[in-house]
Structure formats: C-alpha cells, structure tokens
C-alpha cells in the first residue's frame, strides 16, 4: 500500500516514464462537448488523457488537444495521452498501422501509453465503435499474444509510442507475455472499485512492477443508459462511503478515488462536467486511515460490470472463472 503522507500526483513506470495518477477518462464524453470538456480539464489541471479507438469521439479529442497545444497552456511533453487499440487485424503487422491512423485522428506525433485493448482479436473494420451492432465481431481463433506484444514493442522502438501495456487482460495472459517481451508491460487498466477491487491481480502486477490503471471508478453511473448489456452499480451512495464522506468532509467520488490511490493504484474517472472534473482531481490534500482504508476493503464483492459478454464464447475470454 502506498504510504499516504508521500502520495504523489504521478507514478514511474517501469520504464522509467512518469503516468499521472489521475487521467480523464474519455468514454461517453460526447462529439459534441469534447473539446470544451478537453480545454476545460486543462485549465483544471488535468494532464492525462484516456483514449480508445472504441470512443466515438477521437476526431473532436484530437481538435481539443490540438486547440491547447496550440494557446500555449500546455507543451505536448507535459500531456500524457493513453490510447488503446482494437487489435483488429486480418494479420499480423497491423499494430503500427492502427497506431499511425490514431495517431493521425489524435494530431499527435506519439501517444505516451499503448495499450492493447483486449486480448481477443476483432475482424478488421469491426469495432471502431462500441454502440455498432457490429461490435461484437471477433475471429474465433486464438490471438497470439507473444506475437502482438512483439509488434507493440516495435512501436516504442520505433517512437510511437514511450510506453506499452495492455487492459483487460488476466493474470495468465500478462504471464505469458512477461515470460518471452524485451519490453515488459509497464501497465494493466482493468475495472477496479470498491465492488471489484482485484486484489490478486494487483498484488500480482504490483510485483511484477506493472502499473494499475483502475476504469470504472465509480461504477459507472449512468452506463446502461448507454449500453444496455451493462448494469452499472451505485457505489457513491454506499452506506460506508458515506460515512467517510460525513468524517472527511469530501464527496462521495473523492472517497473512492482516494481509496484507490492510496493502494497504488491510478484512477481514469470520466466527467464532463467543470465542477466534478474539479471534484475528482482534487485528492492529494487528505488521506484515509488505515482503519477507513480496511472498512473500504471489506466492500469488495466481485462486483464487475464490464463483463463483456459479446465475448464471453472466445477462447480467450478473460474473466472465465466469474461465468456462473
Ligand atoms: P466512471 O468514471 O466510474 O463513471 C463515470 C460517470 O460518473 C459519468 O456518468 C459521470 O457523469 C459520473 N461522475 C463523474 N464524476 C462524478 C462525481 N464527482 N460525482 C458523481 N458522479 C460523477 O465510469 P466510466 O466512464 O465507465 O470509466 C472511466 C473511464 O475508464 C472511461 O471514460 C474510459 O476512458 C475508461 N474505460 C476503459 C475500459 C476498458 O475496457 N479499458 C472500459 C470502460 C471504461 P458526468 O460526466 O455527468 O460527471
């Protein structure tokens, strides 16, 4: 667990790269608000950025980044843009391709963090967009991952991208890859909050020096609304949180932000509104006890909602072990 007196605003992969630990999560945020939601989050503070080619809004995230870079609030080398690929291919080589079109849509020459999606493999052209009836289109065979990972060290190499890791993927399918990469996972996103805190998969990749991004911090308030498959839970009004909230003196949010970053472990919350962007940024000026820290603990109840049960047939589907 992370001392709480020397918690700093960022973390120092294993690469040597520094992440913040809060990014903007960017999933939901709509075309049409998300260069004033970008803008906005600058001028707040926020310097980390989570993409996916999943969202619908990568072309407007690319004009908003753009906009700041070019008012001079920012310099790119203070930004750090997380971007997760589809692997999405009909065959092997196409990891820089992809990259190079994000990158492209991103107006960006390079993206601080790479991340394979997932460790499923889609038909080429079919996931660009997580509301697509076609979303769920995979190839039913297995994905070489040792062969991908491959290809993602390739991008660094080749400067696209300053670090690599992956999201999704369980503690086997990280193994697998440590035993054979050059370049070993610098990060793993995956779900994780107070209902579904993972906590051998972290320990496991806290060992391994492989960096936690949590999504879905909150639970996704408000998910079904966009993808009925989900059901999202109600966390920020959870008896205990709301507790902590009444001791503390903080918001709900906060609580739950800071309980996962005093395990270590970095927090990618969405929000597309100023005050609650300000909310869930503003964490590093108190700390919670190790007693609140363990009453938190207890809360956990394999809680995942994104389950993604479009691939629960694959071979390689993630969270088997959960499937009752
Ligand atoms: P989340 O961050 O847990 O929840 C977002 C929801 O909480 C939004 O409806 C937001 O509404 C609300 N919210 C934000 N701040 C709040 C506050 N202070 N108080 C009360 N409500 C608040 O869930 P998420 O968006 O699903 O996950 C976060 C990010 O993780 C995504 O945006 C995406 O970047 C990433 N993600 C990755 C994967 C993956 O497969 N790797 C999957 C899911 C998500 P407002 O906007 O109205 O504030």
């Not at 039913?140 to 993602?152: A, P, S, T, Y």
């Not at 009925?228 to 008896?239: A, F, G, N």
């Not at 739950?256 to 509104?273: E, F, T």
Request: charge should be negative; proline fraction near 4%.
């Amino acid at each position: 667990m992370t001392d709480e007196h020397t918690l700093g605003k960022s973390f120092t992969l294993n690469d040597g790269n520094s992440i913040p630990l809060v990014g903007l999560g960017t999933s939901r945020i709509l075309p049409n608000e998300t260069i004033s939601v970008i803008t906005t989050a600058i001028d707040i503070g926020y310097r980390h950025f989570d993409t996916s080619e999943f969202y619908k809004n990568t072309t407007q995230l690319g004009d908003g980044l753009r906009q700041v870079l070019l008012s001079g609030k920012v310099n790119r080398d203070e930004l750090f843009i997380t971007a997760k690929l589809a692997p999405c291919y009909e065959a092997f080589g196409d990891i820089e391709t992809s990259l190079k079109e994000f990158l492209t849509l991103l107006q960006l020459e390079y993206v601080d963090l790479c991340l394979l999606h997932f460790p499923i493999q889609f038909k080429k052209g079919a996931t660009k967009c997580n509301n697509d009836p076609k979303f769920g289109e995979y190839i039913n065979g297995f994905c070489d991952h040792v062969q991908l990972w491959k290809e993602m060290e390739d991008v660094v190499e080749k400067g696209l991208a300053m670090s690599i890791g992956v999201s999704n993927f369980n503690q086997q399918q990280i193994k697998n890859i440590i035993q054979t990469c050059k370049i070993p996972p610098a990060v793993l996103q995956t779900e994780c909050h107070a209902y579904l805190q993972v906590k051998d998969l972290v320990k496991f990749c806290q060992h391994e020096g492989i960096f936690i991004t949590a999504f879905a911090p909150f639970g996704s308030p408000g998910l079904s609304k966009f993808e009925p498959c989900y059901k999202e839970c109600d966390i920020l009004s959870d008896e205990v949180v709301l507790d902590l909230v009444r001791k503390y003196g903080r918001t709900s949010a906060q609580i739950l932000l800071r309980y996962l970053i005093q395990r270590g472990i970095g927090v990618i919350p969405k929000s597309s509104d100023a005050v609650r962007l300000t909310e869930n940024i503003n964490i590093f000026d108190f700390s919670l006890t190790d007693d609140d820290m363990e009453m938190m603990t207890k809360l956990d109840k394999n809680g995942r909602i994104f389950s993604f049960p479009f691939f629960k047939e694959h071979p390689q589907y993630p969270y088997c072990e959960e499937i009752n």
